[in-house]
């Protein structure tokens, strides 16, 4: 079981930014999909964007393409969220997520929640307009 804890939500102005960070237990040569997902209160969980550990090669939902940065750093075993043009609607709790392997990434079932096994417990990010 992968350990996920997440930090760096705060309350921050339209148009401002935000940067996430979500420290990782697992083997810095270890094949994973990692993501970061988030929920606003009355909706779904949805994707907002997914990392290869192995190469950083990156996908996004295209509600954050261009606004949103992830990334991850081997040597910290940290995964990052970089937010800028931050918007009312980007209001939620943020969530950490990862997968063991990286088949889900080239399937396409990295944008479902039920494809990760494994889930930090969230952080707040509220965006004030």
């Known amino acids: 079981q992968v350990r996920l804890v997440e930090s760096g939500g705060g309350l921050v102005q339209t148009g401002g930014s935000l940067r996430l960070s979500c420290a990782v237990s697992?083997?810095?040569?270890?094949?994973?999909?990692m993501a970061w997902f988030r929920q606003a209160p009355g909706k779904e969980r949805e994707f907002v964007a997914s990392?290869?550990?192995?190469?950083?090669?990156?996908r996004y939902a295209d509600s954050v393409k261009g606004r949103f940065t992830i990334s991850r750093d081997n040597a910290k075993n940290t995964l990052s969220l970089q937010m800028s043009s931050l918007q009312p609607e980007d209001t939620a709790v943020y969530y950490c997520?990862?997968?063991?392997?990286?088949?889900?990434?080239?399937?396409?079932?990295?944008?479902?929640?039920?494809?990760?096994?494994?889930w930090g417990v969230g952080t707040q990010v509220t965006v004030s307009s």
């Open positions: 997520a990862a997968s063991r392997g990286d088949l889900i990434y080239y399937n396409g079932l990295y944008r479902n929640t039920g494809a990760y096994g494994s």
């Open positions: 697992i083997r810095t040569d270890s094949r994973y999909t």
């Open positions: 990392i290869l550990w192995v190469n950083a090669d990156t």
